[in-house]
C-alpha cells in the first residue's frame, strides 16, 4: 500500500541546502516526502504513550512504539518489599482489573509455600475476576467511543460500569485497586445479602449492555471505519505471541480459563468466543461478547457458591517459599497475565517477573500500522486491547 | 473652565488621574465577569500519565458529572485548555513532557496534582524512575489526596479551585 | 495440591500424541512408581534423547519443566523445542545471580498450536557471565538472540536488554524500550543497583 519512495534529485537538493546551515545543526529527513510525526503522550488519539510515526502522505511507512512513560519499576520495588506488603503496589498496573493482576501472584504464592484455598473463597474470587474484568471492559470501549469520536460511547460505558463498581466496593471497601486478593484466599467475606443484590445487578447490566449492539457494533460509520482495517491473519497472530482477544479475533481459540483452569473454572461452563476476521471490528466486538459471558460465569458461580465457610486461610508471618521458582498465569481483560516467581527462603521474592497481555500485543502495533492510513491509526491501535500502564509495568 | 484646569502641563498628570478614576470604577465589576467566565469554563487538557486516569475518566461519566461545573476535556488542542490536572505518578521520563505541555498553555492556567503520588511520589517514593511529586516541574494550586481520589474528592478540588479563581485580581 | 493431583490424573491415563482435548478419561488412577508427571517426562526424555549432556533436566513438574542449556547450545535447542510444537514465548525474564557471577534468561515457552500442548510451559533457560563492575558500554554479558526461531521474543529481549544489560548477538533492535532516554546508570535489575534509600 504505500507508495514508491523518492527520487534522487532530493538528495542533492539537500547537501546543498545542508551547507547554509548553522553549525551544529544536521539535516534529519534527507527524503522530503516522508515526514516524522509524533503521535505523544498529549494527544487526543493516544494513551499514555507515543509513537513515532513516518508518514508518506497519508499513509504510514514506519511506527516505532515509544512506551515507558508511566514505567514506575514495580518488578525492582517487589525484591525490597515481603509477600504480602507487596500487593498494593502490585495491583497499580491496572487499577480497575486488580483482581486480575493479583489472581497470578496468589496462586504463584499458594504453590510455593504449600496452602490450600477453602472452596467459598476460590467462588468469591472468580466473581470477583469476572467483576473486574466487565469493569475493564467497559472502560476500554468508553474510551474506543472517544478515540473514533463517538462521545455517547463514552456515557453509556462509563455510566454502566458504575453498578458493577458498587458490588465490587461492597465486597472490598474500594472502587477501584481493591487489594482484595491474599495468599490464602480474600481479606474479608461478602456482605449478608450479596448473593440477590449482585444477582438482580448483573441481570440489569446484562439488559444494558446488549443495548450497545444498536448504538456501536451495528453503527454503519463504525464498520466502515473498522472493518478489515489492520487485518491479523492467524499465522501472524501466533507467530507474533500476541494473546487475549487479539488472539481470539484472529481465530485462535485460546483461553486459559479453558485450557488451563484454576480455582474453579473447571467446575464452571465457561463459552469462549472467537471470530475469524482478524481485523479492528472482531477486536472490538470480542470483549463485548466475553463481558456477556461474564455475566453467565457469575450467576453460575453465585449459584454453586458454598453459602457458609472460611474465606482465608492464614499464613505464618513472614511467609517464605523454598528454592523453587513458580510460574502461574490467569486469563485477565487484556489476555494473558502471567508472574514469574523466584524464592530463595527469605521473605521477599528474589525475582518477580509479570508478563502482561498488554507488552505481549505490542509487537502487533508496528505490524499492523505499517502501511494503513493516518485516518485508521485510533481504530487500530486501541483495538489491540493496549493498556499503557500495564504495559509499562 | 476646563480649558484652564487642563494645561499642557498638567494634560498628563490630569488623564493619568481621570484613568486611574475609571479603572476602579470598572476594576470589580470587570474582574468578576472575566473571573466569572473563567471558573464555569475550565478546560482540562487531555494528557493522562497514570492510573489515576481511571478516576479522572469515571469523573466525567454520567454518575459524577463532572460536565455541569463547565469542566469539559477539550479533545482539540492544548492551546484552548487552561487547565492541566496531573493525575498519577509521574515518571523521568514524562516530566519534560509535561513541563513542555504546560509551556505550550496560554495564560491563565491552572494546575491540580491528583493522587498521593503526584503530590510526593506517594506508593512509589522508592522508585528508580518516579519523581517525588510534581512540585519541583509545575507550580500547583490545588493537591488532591488519594490513591486514587474518588470522583468526588476531584469535584470538591475543583471548587476549590474555583474559590481560588474568585479571588483573584485581574490586574 | 489437590489440584495439580487431579490434572495428574487426566494425564497420566492417555497416550503422546492422541491426547483427547479437555475431557478427563476415566481410567482408575496407578500408582506411578516415581512421582514425575508421564506427559512432561515424555517431554524432557525428548530433548534428552537430542541433546544428551548439553541439557541439563532441571525440574518437571506438572505443566512445567524445566531445561538449562549452555549458551553456545540455547538457538539449537530452540529450534529443536519449536519442532516439538512450541510456537510462542510467554514471558523472558532475566535473574541475576551476583554471587556465581552469572544472569540467568528463562525463556517460557508455550504452544498454541497443537492442543496436547496447550497447557504446558517449557522453561529454557541459559546463563551468561557477568562482569563483576558494570559499566554501561563496558558489558561483556552476551548470549545469542532466539528472534529467528521465536519471532515473539523481540519486543521481550530489548527490554531484557535494558533491564540487565544482557547483549543479544542477533537481534536487529538493541535499544532502550522502557527507560528514559537519559538513563545513564547501571541496569536497574542487577542486585547492585539499589532503590533510592535501600
Known amino acids: 500500500m504505500s507508495k514508491q519512495l523518492t527520487p534522487k534529485s532530493s538528495e542533492k537538493q539537500s547537501t546543498e541546502s545542508s551547507k547554509n546551515l548553522p553549525p551544529g545543526l544536521q539535516l534529519e529527513n534527507v527524503d522530503d516526502r516522508i515526514m516524522t510525526l509524533n503521535v505523544g503522550p498529549q494527544h487526543p488519539g493516544s494513551g499514555h504513550m507515543r509513537l513515532i510515526i513516518k508518514v508518506d502522505g497519508d499513509y504510514i511507512v514506519n511506527c516505532d512504539p515509544d512506551p515507558g512513560y508511566v514505567h514506575r519499576g514495580e518488578e525492582k520495588m517487589a525484591e525490597y518489599r515481603n509477600y504480602i506488603t507487596n500487593i498494593p503496589h502490585l495491583e497499580r498496573p491496572v487499577i480497575h482489573d486488580s483482581c486480575n493482576i493479583l489472581y497470578p501472584y496468589c496462586l504463584g504464592i499458594e504453590e510455593l509455600v504449600g496452602i490450600e484455598v477453602p472452596e467459598r473463597a476460590k467462588y468469591l474470587r472468580v466473581i470477583a475476576a469476572e467483576l473486574n474484568r466487565c469493569v475493564y471492559t467497559q472502560y476500554w470501549l468508553a474510551i474506543y467511543g472517544i478515540f473514533l469520536g463517538h462521545s455517547t460511547m463514552f456515557m453509556w460505558p462509563a455510566g454502566d460500569r458504575e453498578l458493577l463498581i458498587d458490588l465490587l466496593e461492597k465486597m472490598s471497601g474500594a472502587r477501584v485497586t481493591h487489594a482484595y486478593f491474599v495468599p490464602g484466599g480474600i481479606r474479608n467475606d461478602v456482605p449478608a445479602n450479596f448473593e440477590d443484590v449482585c444477582l438482580r445487578q448483573v441481570n440489569y447490566f446484562e439488559k444494558r449492555i446488549k443495548e450497545y449492539a444498536g448504538i456501536f457494533y451495528d453503527n454503519p460509520i463504525l464498520i466502515a471505519r473498522t472493518k478489515d482495517t489492520g487485518v491479523l491473519s492467524r499465522e501472524d497472530a501466533i507467530r507474533l505471541g500476541t494473546t487475549g482477544s487479539v488472539l481470539r479475533a484472529s481465530g485462535v481459540d485460546f483461553d486459559i480459563r479453558k485450557k488451563e483452569p484454576y480455582d474453579v473454572y473447571d467446575e464452571l461452563d465457561v463459552h469462549s468466543n472467537v471470530m475469524k476476521a482478524g481485523d479492528s471490528y472482531a477486536r472490538s466486538k470480542i470483549p463485548w461478547l466475553d463481558m456477556l459471558e461474564s455475566c453467565n460465569i457469575i450467576r453460575q458461580a453465585l449459584e454453586k457458591m458454598p453459602k457458609s465457610g472460611g474465606v482465608r486461610t492464614k499464613l505464618k508471618p513472614n511467609p517464605k517459599g523454598g528454592d523453587d521458582e513458580v510460574y502461574r498465569r490467569v486469563e485477565s481483560g487484556r489476555g494473558s497475565l502471567g508472574m514469574h516467581i523466584v524464592s530463595d527462603k527469605k521473605p521477599q521474592p528474589y525475582r518477580l517477573k509479570i508478563s502482561v497481555g498488554s507488552f505481549r500485543n505490542l509487537i502487533a502495533m508496528p505490524y499492523l500500522l505499517k502501511g494503513e492510513k493516518l485516518g485508521n491509526m485510533p481504530a487500530v491501535y486501541w483495538s489491540l486491547n493496549y493498556w499503557p500502564v500495564e504495559a509499562d509495568r | ?171 | 495440591m489437590s489440584t495439580s493431583d487431579n490434572k495428574e490424573t487426566a494425564q497420566e491415563s492417555t497416550q503422546v500424541e492422541a491426547k483427547p482435548e479437555d475431557k478427563p478419561e476415566d481410567k482408575p488412577k496407578d500408582k506411578p512408581k516415581e512421582n514425575l508427571p508421564v506427559f512432561e517426562k515424555s517431554l524432557t526424555d525428548k530433548i534428552q534423547k537430542k541433546f544428551g549432556d548439553k541439557t541439563e533436566i532441571a525440574y518437571v513438574k506438572s505443566n512445567r519443566t524445566r531445561v538449562n542449556v549452555k549458551k553456545e547450545d540455547v538457538v539449537k535447542a530452540a529450534q529443536f523445542i519449536r519442532e516439538m510444537g512450541f510456537d510462542h514465548a510467554e514471558s523472558v525474564s532475566g535473574v541475576d545471580y551476583p554471587e556465581s557471577k552469572e544472569i540467568e534468561v528463562v525463556y517460557h515457552l508455550g504452544s498454541y498450536g497443537d492442543p496436547t500442548l496447550a497447557k504446558q510451559i517449557l522453561v529454557l533457560a541459559t546463563r551468561a557471565t557477568r562482569e563483576d563492575d558494570p559499566k554501561p558500554g563496558n558489558d561483556s554479558t552476551k548470549l545469542p538472540s532466539l528472534r529467528d526461531v521465536f519471532y515473539s521474543v523481540e519486543f521481550h529481549e530489548r527490554e531484557c536488554f535494558e533491564m540487565l544489560g544482557v547483549f543479544f548477538e542477533g537481534h536487529p533492535d538493541n535499544r532502550r524500550l522502557l527507560l528514559p532516554e537519559d538513563w545513564a546508570d547501571i541496569p536497574p535489575l542487577r542486585k547492585d543497583f539499589g532503590n533510592k534509600g535501600r
Request: charged share 20%.
Open chain 2, 1 to 171: 473652565m476646563l480649558k484652564d484646569l487642563v494645561t499642557p502641563q498638567n494634560a498628563n498628570v490630569f488623564l493619568g488621574n481621570l484613568g486611574d478614576i475609571l479603572i476602579k470604577a470598572v476594576d470589580k465589576p470587570l474582574g468578576m465577569a472575566l473571573n466569572w467566565g473563567r471558573l464555569w469554563s475550565l478546560w482540562p487538557v487531555h494528557i493522562e500519565t497514570a492510573c489515576c486516569s481511571v478516576e479522572f475518566g469515571a469523573a466525567s461519566g454520567p454518575r459524577y458529572d463532572v460536565e455541569r461545573f463547565g469542566i469539559i476535556e477539550a479533545f482539540g488542542s492544548l492551546r484552548q485548555c487552561d487547565l492541566v490536572v496531573v493525575q498519577g505518578t509521574i515518571t523521568r521520563k514524562m516530566a519534560p513532557r509535561l513541563r513542555l505541555v504546560y509551556d505550550q498553555m496560554p495564560e491563565p492556567k491552572y494546575v491540580i496534582a491528583m493522587g498521593a503520588c503526584a503530590i510526593t511520589g506517594g506508593l512509589y517514593f522508592d522508585s528508580y524512575n518516579v519523581l517525588p511529586g510534581i512540585d519541583g516541574v509545575l507550580p500547583v494550586d490545588v493537591y488532591v489526596p488519594g490513591c486514587p481520589p474518588r470522583p468526588e474528592t476531584l469535584i470538591q478540588a475543583c471548587m476549590l479551585l474555583q474559590e481560588k479563581i474568585k479571588r483573584q485580581k485581574i490586574r
